[in-house]
Nanobody, 115 residues
Framework: QVQFVESGGGLVQPGGSLRLSCAASGSTFSIYTMGWYRQAPGKQRELVAS???????NVLGSVKGRFSISRDNAKNTVYLQMNSLKPEDTAVYYCNTVPTGTRGWGQGTQVTVSS
């Protein structure tokens, strides 16, 4: 069973940047499309960005041009580079496969954008 450990969140001012990392266990990481999801208070979890096994990427319209996703299969790690952060990006960020299937969630990493 693949498990995920997210890190890199924190408190940042509007316009700032953060780089999130997600370390995944399991020997088959490279075959999965991986995604970064986020859940803001009182809102449903949403898929922010995804990257296929071949490296093709997709990002949510509201973060296009600001967020980018990448992966290092040798390290079983997926990254989310977040630039020009806005208060509405405040959320707990999680990684998981796309689709998630029956896989569980990690603890997530809190991103707070505030002055």
């Amino acid at each position: 069973q693949v498990q995920f450990v997210e890190s890199g969140g924190g408190l940042v001012q509007p316009g700032g940047s953060l780089r999130l990392s997600c370390a995944a266990s399991g020997s088959t990481f490279s075959i999965y499309t991986m995604g970064w999801y986020r859940q803001a208070p009182g809102k449903q979890r949403e898929l922010v960005a995804s990257i296929s096994s071949g490296g093709g990427t997709n990002v949510l319209g509201s973060v296009k041009g600001r967020f980018s996703i990448s992966r290092d299969n040798a390290k079983n790690t997926v990254y989310l580079q977040m630039n020009s952060l806005k208060p509405e990006d405040t959320a707990v960020y999680y990684c998981n496969t796309v689709p998630t299937g029956t896989r569980g969630w990690g603890q997530g990493t809190q991103v707070t954008v505030s002055s």
